[in-house]
């Protein structure tokens, strides 16, 4: 069962970390785990819920479904990188304001979701970012305040880039 | 928000939460989050595969012989070591029944655990879970409600001699009058499905044995801390003086985290056995499969109605599938018991009649989930206020505002004896009816219904919330293992900074926040000078913990008086080194000062460095050292916060498929605390519920086979299904409660299950039909149109 490890090199929240791992360790484990990058979820471990969701080379997924052996010479950012000190980041800022978060254990995949929606599509409305949003499951908030939030959010973040 | 003169308006602010910082940024702490001691070992369960059968035998060597695994444990092995759970209950017509943490013999649903594997990591742990061989040899298994009452039904557990371990009845003074003499008489028969919790983050647990203290520390994902301790106490028959119970950050739990689980328990005996530690992580499958289920109800109702539309009578007759087992240390009366008392909520009836019974059956356990028996309670009776009204050719919002509890009838009492000592259904109902445009709804909706293929309806529905439960309503439902108290202790530092203990634990309400604001409020500080902690056995005084929306009210209550007693111990110190009588002073901005002589004050630190000897002025004669008060709040009865929730729905007449298009709430839960957390859980209840009317179901086949293990097989509402809500709050501040809190965690699935489905029988009202079942999922919906458009065409034809 115990099979031969790999090593894996790979930039996570912008710090260059190398690691022996079982090929079968998921990248959620490995984040989680080996690394006690914590903030990171695991709800369903199916991709369902999207709680484990992360960003891989720019673009966001499932690292309950993604081996760490697959991230190897990739890019990883989690929650943790968005604010590591200093004050919260305009997403956050914004679901903080709103009420957009209850328990909390979602709350990172939304936050890693949510940034990759308004890098995209820097103006959606209400009913793209709720369908946008439909692959990332809270049971607390009903959503309401949540896409309250990402409203707020894509507005300042629109005149953040207007003003730069 | 009403901000009275003197408020110094913390309570019933707006205030964003404490809680939120560390969450955002990914440093929160929940139980797989927490750092793990070297050495743990990771337990993974063998679980039944079989609904119901004898253990014939357990190989285990094979999963022995793997490389990193430490042991494999079969129920045997506990013999001994854990005692039964058996949730005994002094409430007549209740027949206790046990529980094994790991059955030896007899295993009674698919998921009871037959071993555990104890490894070096949780991936060892699995893979040697695999490799155990279990032999069971298979029982003739008991799925449905009918399957138990059946006269030859196999026995779950034989000491009782039939499958119905709790019942209950009632009957009005004049009941059968009333009802035979009522004009019309409508009735149905209500199913709802079995439905799981699914709070995000699974259940968990890790337990820790200090051999050289013999001090147990168990880290739980449990919403109810100090009485997992004393279960564990009583259980393990260990000292409670020897363990700790901490809750960390939980993610969600709903009531399913509220019960004390066998996992729990073996993850305690395991940790000092092997005099470390020893964690499990339940994943998804292990919470489909063994996290308390809910609701799977039937009940069977009529309602007598006069020419008015005023009901004269309600039947009740219910059934409840509780599972296999009572739950610890509940019992299984809670949903029959609730489903029976909760029907009479908004309007007055003058006369009821139930008989409620809990059935038992192969399937997982049955426990409290938000809402408990009231959402379907009210979908039925909802359900026939829209058959009633159809019937006298009345609008159906008319006949529920004729039947409402009037504002005069406060306190009202209603016909089970329990006491409404405040309330606005009426206003709720007029705030409702104005957010959702119910008048221009109707006034524009389509012809016949239909339009562009889907029919339109709008529903309206007033429910009521039992919140806040204190000891005698507990000593009255039998349930002696619930204290119904809760705790405070409140505590000014040396240097004036305040620390607050309470005996709940927080799953996402926001206690930290809404507690600082209580406690600041009376000690005349700001909120963020207030930190709140929860959820340690060894640092809070006891209490029940957080469920059946009881935090705000009875934790509430606690933060309360304890702030209220060191609030009076700040003006007494002060009033005696300014020398003005306590009563004249005020506890503003930190500081007590003079009424009406602002300048002269004494700042909190400065009384603090008194009360804690650290400066030249002495205290009082008489006063202690210290600046804290430990109290304890157990309220009256219950509080009964009321709603109105409106809905408007699309049927899609070609795939049945149901849209809930808009929604309005207008909620009364008294004084409210923090109108941001109220709007917070009554939007996510409403979800719950709106997933409960149209998607949600746990499925067992015939022979008890468990169908939906995973998220991808039962069906969440996600964003894209949920629409947004307007909320009206009213304010009716209770008269029973200290500081007239009135609990808000469950009205909101309460209404919407009723709403959503009346707003569907507006909808089909053209093809004459109504639903009686949930989920309304598009095969049942498009079944019930076909069915009334077949029914029409031999109509037509004849």
Known sequence: MMAPRHKIRTRVNGRIVEREVEPRMLLADFLRHELRLTGTHVGCAHGVCGACTISLDGRTARSCLTFAVQADGAEIETVEALAPDGPLDTIQSAFHEHHALQCGYCTPGFLMSVRQLLREEPDPNEARIRIALAGNLCRCTGYVNIVKAVQTAAKRLREESAEA | ?798
């Open chain 2, 1 to 798: 928000m009403t901000v009275d003169g003197d408020h110094k308006g913390y309570i019933g602010r707006a205030y964003p939460r404490k809680e939120d910082d560390r969450l955002l940024r990914g440093y929160g702490a929940f139980i797989d989050d927490l750092p793990e001691p070297q050495d743990t070992l990771s337990l993974c369960f063998v679980r039944s595969y079989y609904a119901h059968a004898k253990i014939v035998g357990i190989d285990t060597s094979e999963a022995e012989a793997l490389p990193g695994v430490v042991a494999v444990l079969t129920g045997a092995d506990f013999t001994g070591m854990i005692a039964p759970m058996q949730a005994d209950s002094e409430k007549p017509g209740y027949k206790p029944t046990s529980r094994e943490a790991m059955p030896v013999e007899h295993v009674r649903f698919v998921g009871d655990a037959v071993a555990v594997v104890v490894a070096e990591n949780p991936y060892i742990a699995e893979d040697a879970a695999e490799l155990v061989e279990v032999d069971l040899e298979a029982l003739p298994a008991v799925v449905t409600i009918e399957d138990a009452l059946a006269e030859d039904a196999p026995l779950l557990h034989e000491e009782i001699g039939d499958n119905i371990p709790f019942a209950a009845s009632f009957e009005s003074e004049g009941f059968q009058e009333a009802f035979d003499n009522a004009e019309i008489v409508v009735s149905d028969t209500f199913r709802s499905a079995r439905l799981a919790a699914v709070s995000m983050e699974p259940r968990g647990c890790m337990a820790s044995y200090d051999r050289g203290k013999e001090q147990l520390t168990v880290w739980s994902s449990t919403q109810v801390p100090h009485l997992l301790r004393t279960g564990l106490s009583e259980l393990l028959d260990w000292p409670e003086n020897a363990i700790r119970v901490v809750a960390p950050d939980v993610g969600g739990g709903f009531g399913m985290k509220a019960h004390i689980y066998p996992e729990e328990v073996i993850a305690s005996a395991l940790a000092k056995k092997y005099a470390g530690t020893v964690k499990w992580i339940g994943d998804r499958q292990d919470d489909f499969l063994t996290s308390t289920h809910s609701r799977d109800y039937r009940y069977e109702v009529a309602m007598a109605v006069d020419r008015n539309g005023m009901i004269q009578a309600v039947k009740n007759r219910l059934h409840v599938n509780i599972g296999a087992y009572a739950c610890f240390p509940y019992g299984c009366s809670a949903e029959a018991g609730g489903g029976a008392i909760y029907m009479p909520g908004a309007y007055r009836f003058p006369h009821y009649s139930f008989q409620t019974s809990s059935v038992l059956s192969n399937t997982a356990p049955v426990g409290v989930y938000r809402g408990v028996a009231a959402p379907i309670a009210h979908f039925a009776a909802e359900g026939l206020i829209d058959r009633a009204a159809r019937k006298l050719g009345m609008d159906p919002v008319e006949m529920r505002r004729r039947n409402l509890i009037q504002p005069e009838d406060f306190p009202f009492v209603n016909v089970v004896g329990i006491r409404y000592d405040t309330g606005s259904h009426v206003e709720c109902m007029e705030k409702a009816l104005a957010s959702i445009g119910y008048e221009d709804y109707r006034r524009d909706q389509p012809e016949g219904r239909l339009s562009d293929g889907k029919y339109r309806g709008i529903g309206v529905v007033a429910i009521t919330e039992h919140t806040g439960q204190g000891a005698a309503r507990y000593r009255d439902r039998g349930l002696h293992r619930v204290p119904g108290f809760d705790s405070a202790f409140v505590k000014i530092e040396p240097r004036g900074h305040v620390i607050a203990y309470t005996s709940h634990a927080t799953q996402g309400q926001g206690h930290l926040t809404a507690f600082a604001q209580i406690i600041a409020e009376n000690l005349g500080m700001d909120p963020k000078n207030v930190t709140v902690i929860e959820g340690d056995t060894s640092l809070s005084p006891y209490g029940s913990g957080t469920f059946a929306s009881r935090a705000a009210v009875v934790g509430g209550g606690a933060a309360y008086r304890a702030s209220e007693n060191v609030g009076a111990k700040l003006r007494r110190i002060a009033g005696h080194h300014m020398e003005v009588a306590p009563d004249d002073l005020e506890l503003v901005e930190g500081a007590v000062r003079v009424k009406g002589v602002p300048e002269m004050r004494m700042t909190i630190q400065e009384i603090a460095a008194i009360a804690y000897s650290m400066e030249s002025r002495m205290l009082p004669e008489g006063e202690s050292y210290g600046l804290e008060a430990t109290d304890y709040y157990d309220p009256p009865g219950v509080s009964i916060t009321n709603a109105v929730h409106a809905a408007c729905v699309t049927v899609d007449a070609a795939t049945g498929r149901i849209t809930v298009e808009r929604y309005a709430v207008a909620h009364d839960c008294g004084r409210v605390i923090n109108p941001l957390l109220v709007a917070g859980q009554v939007h996510g209840a409403v979800a719950q519920g709106l997933g409960e009317a149209l998607m949600e179901g746990v499925i067992y086949d015939e022979e008890g086979q468990i169908l939906t293990s995973q998220l991808l097989d039962y069906l969440l509402p996600s964003a894209a299904d949920v629409p947004d809500m307007k909320m009206d709050h009213v304010e009716s501040p209770s008269l029973d409660t200290v500081g007239g809190f009135k609990g808000a965690g469950e009205g909101g699935v309460i209404g919407s299950v009723p709403a959503i489905v009346s707003a569907v029988n507006d909808a089909l009202l053209p093809l004459g039909v109504f639903v009686n079942k949930v989920p309304m999922r598009p095969d049942y919906i498009l079944n019930l149109i076909e069915s009334a458009n077949a029914a029409g065409e031999e109509k037509r034809k004849a």
